[in-house]
């Protein structure tokens, strides 16, 4: 075996694991809300409870800098993840194709228990399946790969506007004089999946998630099955382009942390010059909207998709900068050490979230407003901060790693670093 070959399977990114970390704690800043409160909250802060001003810059403030951000940069870790795993198969002189799905495989098998046994906004059925088609995709040319994953997000953007064009159409249609009630009954469906629930169905849903783990989990396999495979079917575009774009920032040595502070520097500036006024525009039009549904799907939905590539590049290279020009700290090694860990530590979250607010924890579904909510965030951060590091100190993997590792391969991994 060449060096180079040595080296790459032996070697570890600390950019990857700091970014990698950020994105998996960010992500909780937008589902806290979707384990807290009913889920037409999660886009429309409107649609529960009575928000006073503070719950309502949270909302626009996660909006502008977390919404989609956050996500974006785990699908462009993922997909950087993906490659270097089977450039690393190769380099062993193993099977990239069976390394590969092996792993998806697996991870689509979580993914199902994730989605019907603890939460049902999961994520990782939707990288299971996307994972498997980007791996057709991994001997393209970087620039390729860019221009292909900012195409696939613009067709994400094209299909939503293509849907949105059809509400609005159906919501004239339900306003007319003389509208059929079959009409009326379709715009009401949606506009109540993102709006305020009617007070017998707001009840049923308190009722729900503050009783027992049976009943929750009979709505998640019964009505609701098809909930998960739904909401993951229609972010797969983007998830696609997204995850190519992180394939060729690990090809161009963008996310691995090979180029000038400097350029990471001017990157960021850029992402955020162009970004931030792009998202306060959006968050000030839905809110003068008054977070009607169609304004919901056109300026979040729609708008948003195009509007986040630059946040999301800004917030890689800052981080990217960053690490490239500050010594390593205590705080980059356990943000490092929670993006090792990333897996585990985005179960845990659904474990530690849904135990605090479901029936079967501590049962505060629905008794928090907005803002107390990062209370409970900075709780789980704290968490994740706090044990990732001393058990990867003593571990080669975290628990959950190590479980798909082992599955993946076909047998038990050494999980004990030697002494």
Not at 383 to 396: G, M, V
Request: proline residues 5%.
């Amino acid at each position: 075996m060449t060096d180079t070959r040595s080296a790459l399977i032996d070697s570890r990114h600390l950019s990857l694991d700091v970014i990698r970390g950020i994105a998996v704690m960010g992500i909780l800043l937008m589902n806290i809300v979707a384990f807290a409160m009913p889920f037409q909250a999660y886009m429309n802060p409107l649609a529960y409870g009575d928000p006073g001003p503070a719950d309502l810059a949270v909302w626009a403030t996660n909006f502008v800098l977390a919404d989609g951000k956050m996500r974006g940069l785990f699908s462009l870790l993922f997909g950087a993840s993906m490659l270097l795993v089977v450039q690393r198969a190769e380099a062993r002189g193993e099977s990239p194709v069976l390394t590969h799905y092996q792993r998806m495989s697996w991870l689509l098998f979580f993914g199902v228990i994730h989605a019907y046994g603890i939460w049902f906004g999961d994520i990782l059925m939707l990288y299971a399946v996307v994972g498997m088609i980007a791996f057709l995709f991994r001997n393209m040319e970087t620039h390729k790969l860019l221009t292909l994953g900012l195409v696939l997000i613009g067709a994400q953007a094209a299909l939503v506007g293509v849907a949105t064009h059809s509400i609005w159409t159906l919501a004239r249609a339900a306003a007319a004089p003389g509208a059929e009630a079959d009409t009326i009954a379709a715009w009401t469906s949606i506009a109540e999946a993102i709006g305020p629930l009617p007070p017998v169905e707001l009840a049923r849903e308190l009722a729900l998630f503050q009783g027992g783990y049976l009943g929750i989990l009979a709505e998640r396999t019964g009505p609701d099955f098809w909930q998960p495979i739904a909401a993951n079917g229609f972010a797969a575009p983007e998830t696609l382009g997204l995850m190519l774009a992180g394939m060729a920032g690990l090809k161009s040595g963008f996310l691995t942390g090979e180029w000038r502070a400097a350029a990471y520097a001017r990157i960021a500036r850029i992402g955020y010059l162009i970004g931030l006024p792009l998202q306060i525009g959006l968050a000030l039009l839905l809110m003068r909207a008054g977070f009607d549904p169609v304004a919901i799907f056109f300026y979040d939905s729609t708008l948003q998709v195009i509007a986040n590539p630059p946040l999301i590049a800004a917030h890689a290279a800052l981080i990217l900068y960053w690490v490239k020009s500050a010594q390593e700290s205590a705080l980059m090694a356990r943000i490092a050490a929670a993006g090792r860990a990333a897996f585990t530590n985005y179960l845990g979250t659904s474990l530690i979230c849904t135990t605090i607010f479901y029936g079967y924890g501590l049962g505060l579904y629905g008794e928090l407003g907005r803002a107390p909510l990062y209370l409970v965030v900075l709780g789980v951060w704290a968490a994740i901060l706090l044990w990732s590091k001393p058990w990867l100190d003593h571990f080669r993997y975290g628990p959950l790693e190590w479980l798909w590792r082992s599955l993946a391969r076909r047998q038990l991994q050494p999980i004990r670093k030697n002494r």
